[in-house]
């Protein structure tokens, strides 16, 4: 699916749900894509990308922005403590706080640097064992401990279990942001990103749909 494709999709979701044009951000989740097709899609325009992983991103992105001006880059995977000062300083969103370690030590880095990027907590909705995240019910109290470290926390994240409906995981994500008072979702992949932004997805993370299946 093109680009374009893709970005009519967006606008006619928002539209249908009432919502501002251009009030969702497409993450362009370039993780294990080749290099020419990441620079394909920066040709056309697209300054949002998303990376998994940050040895990866530090590998690809630096190049990529001498040549290119105003690239916005999230770190949507699972962050560990020792990538941590790396990740702080190629990315300007952070999708996967999930643990008062992490909370920490990025909150260390920031006064140390005197800059931190926006992040958003991950919150595990389906509770699967296997997966990164807050518990829904531990999140609330996760949300008041970052914000007494003065981290700029802006959002929540989820990714809804495989075999289960995923506007119920985003329903429930909306519901603890509210209370929260934050505004951002990062809700939505290539195959739900429509229903996400019916419920209010802020940050869509387009990938497969965008670039194909990955090698």
Known sequence: MSLSEIQTRIATAESAAGRNPGSTRLIAVSKMQPDDKVEAVLRQ????FGEN??????GKWPGFREKYDGIELH???????????Q?????????????????????????ETGACPDLFIQVNTGEEP???GVLPAETDAFVAE?????????GLMCIPPVEEEPS????????????????GLSMGMSGDFETAIRLGATHVRVGSALFGARD
């Open 130 to 132: 296997q997966k990164a």
């Open 87 to 111: 990740a702080m300083e190629l990315a300007q969103a952070i999708h996967s706080l999930d643990r008062p370690k992490l909370a920490a030590g990025l909150a260390r880095l920031a006064q």
């Open 45 to 48: 325009g697209h300054r949002i």
């Open 53 to 58: 992983r940050v040895q990866e991103a530090a």
């Open 75 to 85: 770190i949507i995977g699972p962050l560990q403590s020792n990538k941590l000062r």
């Open 168 to 183: 119920l995981h985003f329903a429930l994500l909306a519901k603890i942001a509210a209370r929260n008072g934050l505004e």
């Open 146 to 154: 970052c914000r007494g470290l003065d981290l700029p926390v802006i």
